[in-house]
């Protein structure tokens, strides 16, 4: 299945939180194929580069580096050659929405749903979850 995966999820598995942990680790696994692109790469090297997000992290910051580079190596590189403009009422989401179409993804996996919601253009072909409601999908 192809997805994209919201930053505050692979920073949420850096974490250690449960539902975001499973999510990556599908796709590490070969299960699912997070789609990547160029705005969504910057985003995640510029929050894990944030210390103070991962005071409390059970990865250091060589490991961090580490997983997201074997998670990249399992991604599939998108490129957007359209803008789906405006959107989301957070223009810095905008970006998910339009990998998600030139990917052809299934589902955006989020911890933040309400501004998703609130989008003026609806995709019907692209459900938005949560780790734990997509998690749930995958095993009904």
């Known amino acids: 299945m192809l997805i994209v ?31 990547m692109g ?3 790469l910057t ?4 929050v894990l580069g944030r210390v103070e997000l991962f005071r409390r992290s059970r990865l250091d910051e060589s490991e961090r580096e580490e997983l997201l580079d074997i998670f ?12 789906w403009r405006p959107n989301l009422p957070d223009e810095g989401d905008n970006h998910l929405v339009e990998l998600a179409v030139a990917g052809g993804a299934s589902h955006i ?11 003026e253009l609806k995709f019907n072909e692209i459900k938005l979850l949560s780790p734990k409601q997509f998690l749930e999908e995958m095993s009904s």
């Not at 995966?5 to 590490?28: E, H």
């Not at 990249?72 to 803008?83: D, K, N, Q, V």
């Not at 996996?109 to 989008?119: E, G, P, W, Y």
């Open 43 to 46: 985003e995640y090297e510029d």
């Open 38 to 40: 160029t705005a969504l």
């Open 5 to 35: 995966l919201d930053t505050n999820i692979f920073i949420s598995a850096c974490l250690g939180k449960g539902p975001s942990n499973a999510v990556v680790k599908s796709c590490l696994l070969g299960e699912n194929t997070a789609l």
């Open 72 to 83: 990249l190596a399992t991604c599939s590189w998108t490129r957007i050659y359209f803008g």
């Open 109 to 119: 996996v989020t911890n933040n749903l309400r501004d998703f919601q609130r989008s």
